[in-house]
């Protein structure tokens, strides 16, 4: 399986931008979907995903300004990220978690930049 990220860009605070992932295949499986992010010289981090009940969780920093969906007809998941703001600045990565297999997929990470 392959992901591809898209949506990324420069926004000033306050701003939006929705964050776009698509699998080359879908998965029929039990297995859970998230975006992570990685700020300049800090670790990948949790932001959002639906786990494998089928539960949605975010962190706690970007609760009621970021909002995770699906599409499964398109294989893809989205970010839509509101009320941006400077530390929200990172790599953005889409991931999935494959539990019929054991296997974990990555995207190639898209950039989010918030101006101050």
């Known amino acids: 399986v392959q992901l591809q990220a898209s949506g990324g860009g420069v926004v000033e605070t306050g701003g939006s931008l929705k964050l776009s992932c698509t699998a080359s295949?879908?998965?029929?499986?039990?297995?859970?979907v998230a975006w992570y992010r990685q700020p300049p010289g800090e670790q990948r981090s949790f932001v959002a995903g639906?786990?494998?009940?089928?539960?949605?969780h975010y962190t706690p920093s970007v609760e009621g300004r970021f909002t995770f969906s699906r599409d499964d007809a398109k294989n893809t998941i989205h970010l839509q990220m509101d009320s941006l703001k400077p530390e929200d600045t990172a790599v953005y990565y889409c991931?999935?978690?494959?539990?019929?297999?054991?296997?974990?997929?990555w995207g190639q990470g898209t950039q989010v930049t918030v101006s101050s």
């Open positions: 639906i786990s494998s009940d089928g539960s949605t």
């Open positions: 295949e879908a998965t029929r499986g039990i297995h859970s």
């Open positions: 991931s999935l978690v494959d539990y019929a297999s054991g296997n974990d997929y």
